[in-house]
């Protein structure tokens, strides 16, 4: 049982037999975040890619200082904070060169995975540039991989996660959905090829959330957040296809990172 849940149980009977917590609140709250053991784990969505100010040493893993862990370590000052998350991973990634830092110790992860795995990239590139059927049919081809392939492969990662922190509390974050409809753009994508991307960006979430509660894991949908932000919306938290830096394309900008991943991770744990 997490601290807030021992907590929340004590002062209810406490209050029930007339005792009253007075500024106890807070100071439970700071031990409780004092307490926690950080590990943020995934793809570019964690570590922060299309935010910039990425930290040399990360490498082509292009680990962000604004990226939603580091920004929620920030705040909250854990007793430790490792942060492998690596631009370009996939779930055998994760399960090979990310899980160094989880121990029996380990008290919260963090992991968006899975859209490398079913050819996010290749999706974008092929509806950027070839026919909408084209596009559409690939799209077809992603959510197929997600029905059939995906479970399995988030299984295996969340299940190594488990046996190396086998007390954490695992926060797994979704994806965004990248475009409003109707909006403000008036070239790039149809609307039939931005409603199909945007289908499998639920599709995928839907997916992932059913992996993650059967193994017991929180799973955080971003897409709330993200409404109001999307592509073509005139207030986008995501960047478009950006030809200088096409590695940032359809990614989260240090916007989407504070004010999409940041708070709805952070209500999640």
């Excluded at 029930?16 to 709250?29: H, Q, R």
């Excluded at 859209?115 to 990239?121: Q, S």
């Excluded at 960047?239 to 359809?250: F, M, T």
């Amino acid at each position: 049982m997490r601290l807030s849940r021992i907590t929340a149980y004590v002062s209810s009977l406490l209050l029930a037999g007339g005792f009253a917590l007075t500024g106890a609140g807070p100071a439970l709250a700071a031990e409780e975040a004092a307490a926690e053991s950080y590990v943020a784990l995934g793809d570019s969505y964690s570590s922060g890619v299309g935010a910039g100010n990425y930290d040399s040493g990360s490498g082509n893993c292009k680990r962000s200082t604004r990226a939603y862990p580091v920004l929620w370590a920030n705040a909250h000052s854990p007793s430790s904070f490792s942060f492998t998350a690596c631009s370009g991973a996939r779930t055998g990634d994760v399960v090979n060169s990310q899980l160094g830092p989880l121990t029996s110790a380990t008290t919260l992860v963090s992991i968006s995975v899975g859209g490398n795995d079913a050819g996010f990239a290749d999706v974008m590139t092929t509806c950027v540039l070839q026919s909408e059927s084209t596009c559409i049919n690939r799209v077809n081809q992603a959510k197929s991989y997600v029905d059939t392939t995906l479970p399995g492969k988030l299984d295996s990662t969340y299940s190594a996660i488990r046996t190396k922190a086998s007390s954490a509390h695992v926060v797994v974050l979704g994806y965004p959905r990248f475009y409003k409809l109707g909006g403000s753009c008036a070239a790039g994508l149809t609307e039939n090829e931005r409603s199909a991307i945007n289908g499998a960006a639920d599709h995928l979430n839907a997916a992932t959330a059913k992996r993650a509660a059967d193994h017991g894991f929180t799973f955080a949908d971003v897409t709330p957040a993200f409404t109001g932000h999307e592509i073509c919306s005139g207030a986008s938290w995501l960047h478009s296809v950006n030809w200088g830096n096409i590695g940032e394309s359809y990614h989260p900008t240090a916007s989407g990172q504070s004010g999409g991943y940041l708070p709805t991770f952070s209500g999640a744990v």
